[in-house]
């Protein structure tokens, strides 16, 4: 007893698997592209703007101080009176930084970016030694003043649970290889 309304007459496209569709970027890949383009316009907003195959490890470290002026992490000057502590009872002026964390994760995602775009290993400006010492500073002068991330009610703070005393943003979790 054939129902004639079920014949395949029609649609037949719809048997048909739909292609495959690359997957959607990861996070840490969409985060790459975003650093790689904000490096990009760092340095054609330089005086002269500066090209990629001249940019040098100096170049990187005047990007990562200037991104300080985007941080989020309270790191307390010497003066400070609650240099040291990692819950102060009340609010000081001391300045917000990038918690060095953030900045780790950044240099080894643009380092892995530029050798995407073409650039050679041994001439990476973020694989220079003088990146490696410049976060090392950077890390142990945080962890000394006890920089934690600044408290936002929208957002958890998300400890590394290895090292408790070392700030991180949140929105970077993500585990690079070491800068060696
Ligand atoms: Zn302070």
């Known amino acids: 007893m054939n129902n004639p309304k079920e014949t395949t007459d029609h649609g037949s496209a719809s048997h048909h ?16 592209r975003r650093d790689w383009n904000t490096f990009g316009q760092y340095l054609k907003n330089q005086r002269p703007p500066v090209s990629l195959s001249h940019c040098n490890c100096n170049h990187v470290l005047e990007f990562l101080r200037y991104l300080d002026q985007f941080g989020k992490t309270k ?7 609650f240099f040291g502590q990692p819950d102060p009872p009340g609010p000081c002026t001391c300045p917000l930084r990038q918690a060095w ?7 080894g995602r643009l ?3 530029y050798e995407e775009h073409g650039g050679s290993p041994e001439s990476n400006p973020f694989g220079n ?7 090392r500073e950077v890390k ?11 408290k936002k009610k929208k957002k958890k703070r998300k400890i590394n ?5 070392m700030a991180q ?12």
């Not at 790191?75 to 009176?81: A, K, M, R, S, W």
């Not at 142990?140 to 600044?150: E, H, S």
């Open 169 to 180: 943003d949140d929105q970077v979790m993500i585990k690079i290889p070491k800068l060696e």
């Open 75 to 81: 790191v307390h000057l010497h003066g400070c009176v």
């Open 101 to 107: 964390g953030s900045l780790d994760a950044l240099i």
């Open 161 to 165: 649970n290895h090292n408790p005393n």
């Open 111 to 113: 380092r892995a970016a």
């Open 17 to 32: 698997p739909p292609p495959p569709q690359p997957p959607p970027p990861s996070r840490y890949e969409s985060q790459k």
């Open 140 to 150: 142990d002068c945080q962890a000394k003043a006890r920089g934690i991330p600044y």
């Open 129 to 135: 030694g003088a990146i490696r010492v410049y976060l």
